[in-house]
């Protein structure tokens, strides 16, 4: 049973947070003084507020992470403290920021996100420690296990926007396929494909409100969205087997123009996984369906992105890309729509209609 700390100087507020988290089948211990729970163990995931008498939620957090390294950390934060609060985001003591008042089903939602991540990093550590005991005979059936514990991550920021995961399968195997094209070959082409298919993966600890806007995000909020290359890649750094995707996840929004960011990093400084990823990215955006426009044909997308080539995109990747033949995106997409069509059979139960 997943154990939940949740510190709050209300007591009221504590009890409604105990409440709702007890009714999500977990065990929940409250404080209502921050000192008392600094001396908490053995708790899986911790939930404070920001402002408390004495000591405030990013100090508890800061100190929770020294002495629980492992728990899940997220803070509860008025509009006002925001500024202060998306510190601790980019400090790494903070894995989502809530608002408060909270919205009932952000909170839930929030919180199965926060236990789901907990548990796939948890089976992580098992994982890389069977693998530094086990002999090489059995290095490959972890290394599969491992690549479903990758899934099991898309699959939690699928929780929250549906076309996540679909998107992220394809540039997926697009980069592998631009990869090849470029000879490279084994344990670096894996990596790339592993770093295109989580390269969103820091959006999970970006808001509901912010994520699933429909509409332009203000100045302030694209502070916030901005920050998920940099949570992508606090998330990974500690997966050894993932070392190497993770400077694709932190450089995927990078331009070879300068311009991008977080670091805004120039030509190939950047990464070639992450300069690969930004073609294949652009791709699958311009073909793809959005709420707000249909997806466009390929040759249109191709022109685009020779159009941008040496400014926004490498100009060498850019040429190999125009060279693959058309069929080679089509059949992956196709592939993956497969996999889309397979995967909602299989949770609705019921077999799926024939395609005419």
Same mark, same amino acid.
Do not use: C
């Given at each position: ?12 507020? $504590?009890?409604?947070?105990? &409440?709702? @988290?007890?009714? #999500?089948? +977990? !065990?929940?211990?409250? /404080? ?87 548990? $796939?990093?948890?089976?992580? &550590?098992? @994982?890389?420690? #069977?693998? +530094? !005991?086990?002999?090489? /005979? ?77 509409g332009p995000l203000t100045p302030e909020e694209w502070v916030e969205m901005r920050l998920h290359p940099e949570i992508g890649m606090r998330m990974l750094s500690a997966i050894p ?28 400084d950047i990464v070639v996984g992450a300069r690969i990823f930004s073609i294949v990215d652009a791709l699958d955006a311009i073909t793809s369906n959005r709420p707000y426009r249909k ?62």
């Amino acid at each position: 049973m997943i154990r939940i700390l949740v510190v709050d100087d209300d007591a009221l507020i $504590l009890q409604a947070l105990t &409440r709702i @988290l007890q009714n #999500e089948g +977990h !065990q929940v211990v409250g /404080h209502t003084d921050p000192h008392k729970a600094m001396e908490e163990q053995g708790f899986h995931v911790v939930i404070t507020d920001f402002m408390m008498p004495n000591v405030n939620g990013i100090e508890l957090l800061g100190h929770l992470k020294q002495t629980n390294p492992n728990a899940v950390r997220l803070l509860l934060t008025a509009a006002a403290d925001f500024k202060v609060a998306l510190e601790a985001v980019n400090r790494g003591e903070v894995y989502r920021l809530l608002s408060k008042p909270w919205n009932l089903g952000e909170l839930t939602t929030v919180m199965r996100q926060a236990v789901e991540h907990y548990r $796939l990093m948890n089976e992580n &550590r098992r @994982l890389t420690a #069977e693998l +530094h !005991q086990r002999n090489q /005979h059995l290095e490959a059936a972890v290394i599969e296990r491992t690549n479903g514990l990758l899934d099991g991550m898309v699959r939690a920021l699928d929780y929250r926007d549906t076309e996540t995961q679909w998107h992220s399968r394809r540039v997926s195997l697009y980069a592998k396929r631009l990869a090849d094209k470029v000879n490279i070959h084994g344990d670096e082409l894996e990596m790339i494909g592993q770093g295109a298919l989580l390269h969103d993966i820091g959006k999970i600890g970006v808001r509901d409100s912010i994520l699933l806007k429909p509409g332009p995000l203000t100045p302030e909020e694209w502070v916030e969205m901005r920050l998920h290359p940099e949570i992508g890649m606090r998330m990974l750094s500690a997966i050894p087997y993932l070392k190497d995707a993770t400077q694709i996840v932190y450089q995927h929004q990078e331009r070879w123009d300068g311009k991008g960011y977080p670091r805004t990093l120039k030509g190939s400084d950047i990464v070639v996984g992450a300069r690969i990823f930004s073609i294949v990215d652009a791709l699958d955006a311009i073909t793809s369906n959005r709420p707000y426009r249909k997806g466009r044909p390929l040759e249109i997308a191709k022109s685009e992105i020779g159009r941008v080539g040496g400014s926004q995109l490498d100009p060498a990747l850019v040429q190999a890309f125009l060279e693959i033949p058309d069929g080679d995106w089509n059949d992956i997409r196709r592939q993956v729509e497969r996999l889309e069509d397979e995967d909602r059979s299989k949770w609705s139960g019921k077999p799926l209609m024939p395609s005419v």
